[in-house]
Nanobody, 126 residues
Framework: QVQLVESGGGLVQAGGSLRLSCAAS????????MGWFRQAPGNEREFVSA????????YYADSAKGRFTISRDNDKNTVYLQMNSLKPEDTAVYSC???????????????????WGKGTLVTVSS
């Protein structure tokens, strides 16, 4: 059974940092793109960042550019999201997603994404 398990969320003050992790089990994800999405209370789910299977191609939402960095370790089947200079508007449940969409496709749609984690809550206080 395929599982994506996120960790690393929590409460942080504005300006602080968090590093989210998403560990994939049950299948090797070295050949699929992975991404991060978030959903704040009362809002729709939105794209945050995505990375190609090789790690060479990365995409970010405008809100994340310059502050967030996505990376992956295929040997560990894990994708990371380093979040710096956090703002209260970054408060949301962050979920990771995997395949079969390309990282490029994840920028514009979540439809067709095969696997989702349950999410980890990030709360940024002002």
């Amino acid at each position: 059974q395929v599982q994506l398990v996120e960790s690393g969320g929590g409460l942080v003050q504005a300006g602080g940092s968090l590093r989210l992790s998403c560990a994939a089990s049950g299948r090797a994800f070295s050949r699929v793109a992975m991404g991060w999405f978030r959903q704040a209370p009362g809002n729709e789910r939105e794209f945050v960042s995505a990375i190609s299977w090789s790690g060479d191609v990365r995409y970010y939402a405008d809100s994340a550019k310059g502050r967030f960095t996505i990376s992956r370790d295929n040997d560990k089947n894990t994708v990371y999201l380093q979040m710096n200079s956090l703002k209260p508007e970054d408060t949301a449940v962050y979920s990771c997603a995997a395949g079969p969409l390309t990282a490029h496709a994840m920028r514009v749609t979540a439809e067709g994404i095969e696997y989702w984690g349950k999410g980890t809550l990030v709360t940024v206080s002002s």
